[in-house]
């Protein structure tokens, strides 16, 4: 053949296969044949411990695939992960990738599959397979919870956030065991579980359990009952096959209420309350090591306890360094914060705060009062640094309840002119071996403001979703803070002079690329001793009780209540000019409504007029840091004239000079019985709700 023609035939071929490699990748991909190099990889990792789903809903569930394309994802193409269990598809979920390197997906897969495959699918619909991944389920999960059947705020039975993968139990109470399991062998169609008490192996309670291929399923049995008087208990849940074979052995650590503390409907009571899990103790070289709860602080030094109508728990805790907080029926706790500062510049380790204090060597509580009509407990504190260092500043924080619920925080400050203070954030105080996500709801936080206007904050908080909700109104507000997933009753806080949001919204932690916390969360308290604030999540939460930060007004504060400069002694005994400041704000623990709340932040914003006989007013006539009203009797028979400015919600009256018991109480000519007010020789409080004028007349005797 003419060589001629043989160059131009190469020259045709060249261009050909140049032409084709200049087309763009897209428009050839889903066409090409299957690549002899590797364009994706699939790696199995266990679900993030801190994700849901939790508890018996995570049996049966999968691991996760970490999908790697190990080429940019091309924009016109979708890449779809499917799952198979022996041959058959499972589900199919799309996948997206970063647009830089690595591009990366994690997908939380449903159930175990067997198989994995990743494919890619272009425009003209035809599908190419980039990897295969083979997978091996577990072939026997099970997991088993035990609850009392009547929850009871652990506070009730003397204790304080038992570990939340325990069993608290009072005298006799009945309870339930469920289990759940799933097999994917084909060796075991059935199985039985036994539950019974370490304290008496005689008395057990048994169950069926069919176990479907594949399939999760779950029973309840009830728990054994027998009689114990030993505090401490260990239940055992035994799965076994129906040849007798154990597939699973749990053990429950279980704490008995054999003496139930008395507390009063309402009314402050010293006490101890119980703790049963070692303490987690940090070194200074970093290991840990733990040590008994009963030996930590002085046998003088007391718990208190604030028991309100409404079944409302207010607890002073030596395990939170005397941080007062509510105490939830289902095992959380809401803390305000206290008095946090950055003290002068002649070094100090980690904060300044009084949650330092881990030993009490400063902080105080005592209950001032304690009668029919109000509660009041004083805690007294120093902030202090991580090697409780002080600077001579003090803080006394007042806490005054009635039996309507509410109370107030009157906070009162002695520091150095120039001290630059944080006073309010909320925290939730969560039980140990508790992942935030599975406790918290999502709508942690409502704002309503004195108009009647309201914004929801939801957790976690992105300001790119909800960075217009956190812009203030130049109005003061009620804030509603919901403390557990299961809770009723929601923590209450407002100042009328407050008018700014809080500046710090709390965003949440990240592990392995993972949101694995709605909001800030730390394992340095309480309780736990030795370790300094972290800013990661770690495996503390397994060992000590935790808290998660909501939001706070860091170094915004409200317009005190009073201030004045003084000469006077600080805490160190030098005598120096220092700053008196007080700051006071309504607080509760209520299932309110929105209205409702309003009106206790407008009755608590603005007192009603008066007009009174055989009484005088005194200064200073109006109490907010007791929601009182000062009056001296002058009379046997007082009569006030009450005129609300907009509502006036359960008035409370303080009565100083009256001469003996108070016979009778009117109001509007109607005499009241002894459950519509509470009268203790000086207090007297009301419980009304009032919107337009009325009038009490107080008669007492001879």
Same mark, same amino acid.
């Given at each position: ?29 889903? +066409? ?5 190099? =590797? ?9 993030? #411990? ?50 830089? /390197? =690595? ?21 003209? &619909? ?10 091996? =389920? ?133 006490? %101890? ?25 002085? /046998? ?12 409302? !728990? ?28 950055? #003290? ?29 009509? !109000? ?29 309507? &619920? ?46 009647? %206007? ?47 949001? #809080? ?18 969360? &730390? ?6 001793? &030795? ?28 317009? /005190? ?20 400041? +007080? ?24 007192? =009603? ?10 200064? /200073? ?21 009450? %005129?609300?400015? +907009? ?15 108070? %016979? ?39």
């Amino acid at each position: 053949m003419h060589p001629l023609r043989w160059d131009v035939l190469d020259f045709m071929i060249v261009a050909w296969f140049a032409a084709v490699a200049l087309l763009p990748p897209a428009t050839t991909c889903a +066409t090409e044949p299957p690549q002899t190099q =590797p364009q994706a990889r699939v790696v199995i990792e266990n679900a993030h #411990p801190w994700l849901p789903p939790f508890g018996l809903d995570r049996v049966g569930h999968g691991p996760d695939a970490v999908v790697e394309l190990l080429q940019a994802p091309r924009p016109a193409f979708k890449y779809i992960l499917v799952a198979y269990l022996r041959g058959k598809e499972l589900y199919r979920k799309q996948l997206s990738f970063a647009a830089k /390197p =690595p591009y990366l997906c994690r997908v939380s897969l449903k159930s175990w599959p067997t198989e994995l495959v990743v494919i890619t699918q272009g425009a003209n &619909g035809k599908a190419m397979e980039l990897v295969r991944k083979a997978c091996t =389920p577990p072939a026997f999960e099970a997991a088993a919870v035990a609850r009392p059947e009547t929850v009871i705020n652990p506070v009730d039975l003397g204790a304080i956030l038992p570990p939340s993968d325990w069993l608290l139990l009072a005298a006799g109470q009945k309870g339930k065991i469920e289990v759940a399991a799933v097999r994917r062998s084909e060796d075991t169609t059935s199985a039985r579980v036994t539950a019974w008490f370490e304290s008496a192996v005689e008395e057990k309670t048994t169950a069926k359990l069919t176990l479907p291929r594949d399939r999760p399923a779950r029973v309840r049995l009830p728990l054994p009952q027998p009689f114990s008087k030993a505090d401490r208990d260990v239940l055992h849940v035994s799965i076994d096959s129906p040849d007798g074979k154990s597939l699973k052995h749990e053990k429950i650590q279980t704490m008995r209420a054999n003496r139930l503390p008395k507390w009063p409907r309402f009314g402050a009571v010293e006490t %101890k309350l119980r703790y049963d899990a070692p303490v987690s103790v940090r070194s200074d070289n970093g290991t840990y090591s733990t040590t008994s709860y009963q030996t930590l602080w002085k /046998p003088e030094l007391q718990d208190v306890v604030v028991a309100l109508p409404n079944g409302s !728990r207010y607890v002073f805790w030596r395990g939170s360094s005397y941080v007062p907080f509510w105490a939830g029926r289902y095992n959380t706790g809401l803390s305000y914060e206290w008095a946090e500062t950055d #003290p002068p510049k002649d070094g100090y380790t980690d904060c300044v705060e009084p949650l330092m204090d881990k030993e009490l060597r400063y902080g105080r509580v005592r209950i001032m009062e304690s009668t029919r009509a !109000r509660v009041h407990v004083r805690w007294s504190y120093q902030s202090c640094d991580f090697k409780y260092k002080v600077w001579g500043d003090s803080t006394v924080e007042d806490y005054y309840f009635y039996p309507d &619920g509410f109370g107030t925080r009157v906070l009162t400050l002695q520091s150095r002119p120039e001290g630059d203070y944080e006073l309010s954030e909320f925290i939730i105080l969560t039980p140990q071996s508790t992942y935030p996500f599975s406790i918290l709801p999502r709508d942690l936080v409502d704002i309503i403001f004195l108009d009647g %206007k309201k914004r929801e904050i939801d957790f976690p908080f992105l300001h790119g979703e909800q960075g217009a909700k956190a812009k203030s109104r130049d109005m003061p507000a009620v804030y509603r803070v919901r403390l557990n997933n299961h809770e009723p009753l929601s923590a209450v806080y407002f100042n009328p002079l407050q008018r700014n949001l #809080p500046p710090t919204f709390f965003p949440p932690f990240s592990d392995k690329g993972q949101l694995v916390t709605p909001t800030y969360w &730390g394992s340095h308290w309480p309780l736990g001793q &030795g370790k300094t604030t972290g800013w990661a999540i770690d495996d503390r939460i397994g060992h000590t009780p935790c808290h998660c930060s909501v939001m706070s007004w860091a170094r915004s504060r409200p317009e /005190p209540l009073r201030t004045a400069r003084v000469q006077t002694i600080d805490t160190l005994g030098s005598s120096k000019p220092m700053l008196l400041q +007080t700051w006071t704000w309504l607080i509760g623990m209520s299932r309110a409504d929105d209205g409702r709340l309003l009106e206790w932040a407008r009755s608590y914003a603005n007192p =009603p007029s008066l007009e009174l006989q055989a009484a005088r007013l005194e200064a /200073p006539s109006y109490l907010p840091e007791r929601r009182a009203i000062h009056l001296v009797v002058e009379g046997k028979t007082v009569t006030i004239k009450i %005129k609300p400015q +907009t509502v006036c919600v359960n008035p409370v009256f303080e009565l100083d000079g009256s001469q003996g018991k108070l %016979k009778e109480a009117y109001l509007n000519n109607i005499a009241l019985g002894p459950k519509q007010y509470a009268w203790d020789g000086k207090t007297f409080w009301l419980d009304t709700t009032l919107t337009k004028e009325a009038t009490l007349r107080l008669q007492f005797e001879e």
